[in-house]
C-alpha cells in the first residue's frame, strides 16, 4: 500500500469534512499514521510457492479458502478494512455467500477459466479462487491495485475505476479479454452496480456468471444512494425477473437491448445479511 492509496482509504473523507485547521492537522499527521502502518501491512505471498507446500488447499471447498485467505465472501474473517496497525484480529462474521458460489463454481472447478473479481483490495478471494480453480486465470482490478498482496502466473492485477465509463471501456472493453465468471464486488453505489453490469455484460462468454456482491447496498445504506435514486440493479433486475420494462439513464439503449436479448436467468439470494444476484448468459 502506498501512501496515497492510504490516504484516500483512511484520510480522504476525514479530510473532506474538516475545518482549515483540522485539514492542517491531518496534513502532518498521515504521513506519520502511515511510517508505524508499514510493520502491519498484510505481507505479500507468491501462490506457485505457497502451493508447493500447501498442496492440501487444492481440494478445500470455497468455505474454508475463502476463510484461510481471509476474504469476507466466506463466513468468518478479520476485518481487513481498518487500519492493520489498529486491527485486533478477531474472527467476525463475513457475508456468508460461500455456499451459494460453490452452488454454481462446482461443475466449473476443473474447467480452464477466465474469472475477473473487481474489487479485489488486498486480493484475498482472487488467492482464494486461485486454489479452487486450479486450472483458471484469475484478474483482480481496484481502483487501489497497490493494495493486492498475491502474485503467480495464473493471477493479474489492474487498475479500474468501476465508477467511470471511460476506464471501464478503456481497461476492459477494448481488450480482447473474455470471461467465463465475473465478479462485482466494488464501490456498490447504485451507479456503479448498473453500469459495471450492463457494459461488462458484453465480456462474459457465452454460459458465462455475472456476479454482482452487496446488491441491496443502495436500498440500505444512504452513502450507497446519496440521492435516493431509483431504479437501484436491484429493481432492475425484479423487473426484468417478473417480465416489466424498466427505464435508467446510466444504461445506453445499445447496452440494455444487449442484456435483455442475451440473459438466460436471474437469481437472487441471501447471504448472511446482503444480498447477492446471480446472472447467466446464453
Known amino acids: 500500500m ?7 482509504i483512511y484520510y480522504r473523507h476525514r479530510v473532506a469534512k474538516a475545518n482549515f485547521l483540522r485539514k492542517i492537522y491531518l496534513f502532518f499527521v498521515v504521513p506519520i499514521r502511515y511510517l508505524v502502518n508499514i510493520p502491519f501491512f498484510p505481507k505479500k505471498m507468491n501462490l506457485d510457492e505457497h502451493s508447493k507446500l500447501n498442496l492440501f488447499l487444492y481440494e478445500k471447498k470455497l468455505d474454508f ?10 463466513n468468518f474473517y478479520v476485518d481487513q478494512y481498518m487500519q492493520p496497525i489498529k486491527n485486533e484480529y478477531k474472527r467476525i462474521e463475513a457475508h456468508g455467500y460461500a455456499d451459494i458460489y460453490e452452488k454454481y463454481f462446482l ?5 480452464k477459466l477466465n474469472i475477473l473479481e473487481i474489487g ?12 479452487y480453480f486450479k486450472n483458471s486465470d484469475i484478474y483482480s482490478a481496484d481502483v487501489y491495485p497497490d493494495l493486492f498482496r ?3 502466473k495464473r493471477t493479474k492485477n489492474f487498475y479500474i475505476d468501476s465508477s467511470s465509463e471511460e476506464s471501464i471501456t478503456n481497461v476492459l472493453l477494448k481488450k480482447e479479454d473474455m470471461f467465463d465468471i ?3 464486488d466494488a464501490s456498490h453505489v447504485l451507479k456503479d452496480q448498473i453500469i459495471s453490469l450492463f457494459m461488462l455484460f458484453k465480456k462474459l462468454k457465452p454460459g458465462g456468471l455475472f456476479i454482482c456482491e452487496e446488491l441491496d447496498f443502495p436500498e440500505k445504506r444512504q452513502d450507497m444512494n446519496l440521492n435516493n435514486e431509483y431504479p437501484s440493479l436491484k429493481e432492475i433486475l425484479i423487473n426484468k425477473m417478473e417480465n416489466k420494462d424498466f427505464v435508467s439513464k446510466y444504461i445506453s439503449e445499445e447496452d440494455k437491448k444487449y442484456f435483455l436479448n442475451n440473459v438466460k436467468s436471474i437469481k437472487i439470494y441471501k447471504g448472511k445479511v446482503n444480498e447477492i444476484a446471480i446472472i447467466i448468459k446464453k
Open 2 to 8: 502506498n501512501i496515497v492509496s492510504f490516504y484516500k
Open 65 to 74: 479458502l475463502f476463510e484461510y485467505f481471509n476474504s469476507d465472501k466466506g
Open 107 to 111: 461443475p466449473l472447478k476443473n474447467s
Open 182 to 184: 465475473i465478479i462485482e
Open 120 to 131: 479485489s483490495f488486498y486480493g484475498n478471494a482472487a488467492a482464494a479462487l486461485y486454489f
Open 150 to 152: 498475491y502474485s503467480s
